[in-house]
T-cell receptor, first 115, second 113 residues
Framework: DSGVTQTPKHLITATGQRVTLRCSPR?????VYWYQQSLDQGLQFLIQ???????AKGNILERFSAQQFPDLHSELNLSSLELGDSALYFC??????????????FGPGTRLTVL | AQSVTQLGSHVSVSEGALVLLRCNYS??????LFWYVQYPNQGLQLLLK??????LVKGINGFEAEFKKSETSFHLTKPSAHMSDAAEYFC???????????FGRGTSLIVHP
């Protein structure tokens, strides 16, 4: 158990819909990262928040957005969903803001299926 | 930007045999290097990392990796495979001062009895 929690574990929805994925980092970790894992794209970094502020942005679509709240939990919002958005979405956390140096602790993921 | 190449999407070994998973990166400047493991239906877990110092890094579960600057490689090895090692392994690389590592496509390790 990494200490990172994600809800829900599974999500099935239809094209055009909007969903929210939730992540609670390990106690004491200030950074939260979101990744998308799919068979064709592999593990893709989406976005990072550090202590409530956006720190780094990766291959995140404009239809996707995220935020980190004062209690440090984070939510990833996916809207106007398409079939290609079906994937495993991981949240990770680290103590510092430099994932390039600090170890990241990954949650168990949310499996999103868009029908 | 960094790129990471993991040679072989699948590697199959017999239980007790040597495990060798290959990782090459693109930077000419020594980066930070990581190996993560992902067991079925779980998130990624850090096996080991190299930042500075000794180029042979020991990790959890008997795995180790050697940073070879001249070859821009960071291959992962284990002397004797166990059935429990069957998982997906990811190499990740980041430039010093970078916020985010770049992950390879992963190598699925299959262990036969």
């Amino acid at each position: 158990d990494s200490g990172v929690t994600q809800t829900p574990k599974h999500l099935i929805t239809a094209t055009g819909q909007r969903v929210t994925l939730r992540c609670s980092p390990r106690s004491g970790d200030l950074s939260v990262y979101w990744y998308q894992q799919s068979l064709d794209q592999g593990l893709q970094f989406l976005i990072q928040y550090y202590n409530g502020e956006e720190r780094a942005k990766g291959n995140i679509l404009e239809r996707f957005s995220a935020q980190q709240f004062p209690d440090l939990h984070s939510e990833l919002n996916l809207s106007s969903l398409e079939l290609g958005d079906s994937a495993l979405y991981f949240c990770a956390s680290s103590v510092g803001g430099l994932a390039g140096y600090n170890e990241q602790f990954f949650g168990p993921g949310t499996r999103l299926t868009v029908l | 930007a960094q790129s990471v190449t993991q040679l072989g999407s699948h590697v199959s070994v017999s239980e007790g045999a040597l495990v060798l998973l290959r990782c090459n990166y693109s930077s000419s400047v020594p980066p930070y290097l990581f190996w993560y493991v992902q067991y079925p239906n779980q998130g990624l877990q850090l096996l080991l990392k190299y930042t500075t110092g000794a180029t042979l890094v020991k990790g959890i579960n008997g795995f180790e990796a050697e940073f070879k600057k001249s070859e821009t490689s960071f291959h992962l090895t284990k002397p004797s495979a166990h059935m429990s090692d069957a998982a997906e392994y990811f190499c990740a690389v980041s430039d010093q001062g970078s916020y985010i590592p770049t992950f390879g496509r992963g190598t699925s390790l299959i262990v036969h009895p």
